[in-house]
């Protein structure tokens, strides 16, 4: 029926678990990944299966893909915007039973200085002079890349996670813009960042989109497969 649909023209936009994917695509189950069976494991420690663009390869001609250094002496980072009971679960056992470094993001903040933002822009009473004054989010996000750079440099691996506080008696629309001022705050964390972790792993549906698009600007990439089920490595 939806094969058959599509064929005829007619187009759907679709928001369903990962499982969708591999059915509507055909792709056949794999097994999972192993050291031995995973292309990151090389050598070098070199990887090209993702692309990173940057103004400077479009405007160089080039295309936009760069072969990324693994660097094998600094730790990861661990990106978790999902606030359900599940992973809120994870990652109190992660911060209790793993040597990590675990840095809270203060979600309200962000929301609320996004909000005050927003009234202003409709109040049209931001001056040009203020333009450029950063504001308590941008303070944030650089205190906190600061504060990554550092751990990841020394070998540690660092939870960057946002405080659990959910407001379920917002109306739906109002929770999806302050997911997306989160996330635009999470992203801008992970696209400021000097130095390369080891490993990046996102938690959560638009977490993961928004670290790999907006935080690593990435164009494409190559699904390797699943080193655990429900875990995609890029």
């Not at 090209?48 to 693994?70: K, L, P, Q």
């Not at 996004?114 to 450029?132: D, G, V």
């Not at 497969?225 to 875990?231: E, L, R």
Request: hydrophobic share 40%.
């Amino acid at each position: 029926g939806l094969l058959q649909a599509e064929a005829d023209g007619m187009r759907f936009v679709y928001q369903t678990s990962a499982s969708f994917v591999a059915s509507r695509a055909g792709i056949q189950p794999r097994p999972l990944l192993t050291v031995d069976t995973t292309p990151l494991n090389s050598p070098t420690g070199s990887v090209s299966t993702f692309s990173r663009s940057s103004s400077r390869d479009s405007s160089s001609g080039g295309s936009g893909e760069n072969t990324v250094a693994i660097p094998r002496n600094n730790g990861g980072l661990i990106v978790m915007g999902s606030c359900t009971a599940t992973s809120t679960a994870q990652l109190n056992t992660l911060l209790a039973e793993c040597h990590v470094v675990g840095l809270e993001i203060d979600a309200q903040s962000i929301i609320a200085e996004a909000r005050s933002e927003k009234r202003r822009e409709k109040l049209q009473l931001r001056k040009a002079a203020n333009a450029l004054r950063p504001s308590k989010v941008d303070e944030l996000v650089s205190r906190t890349i600061a504060e990554v750079d550092k751990a990841t440099l020394n070998g540690k691996d660092v939870v960057l996670f946002t405080s659990r506080t959910v407001d379920s008696s917002k109306s739906a629309s109002a929770h999806d813009e302050d997911a997306s001022a989160v996330s635009r705050a999470l992203s801008a964390i992970v696209g400021g960042l000097q130095e390369q972790p080891a490993y990046i792993v996102a938690k959560g549906g638009i977490t993961a989109y928004d670290t790999a698009v907006h935080g690593l600007r990435m164009k494409s990439a190559r699904v390797v497969g699943q080193p655990v089920t429900g875990v995609c490595l890029w």
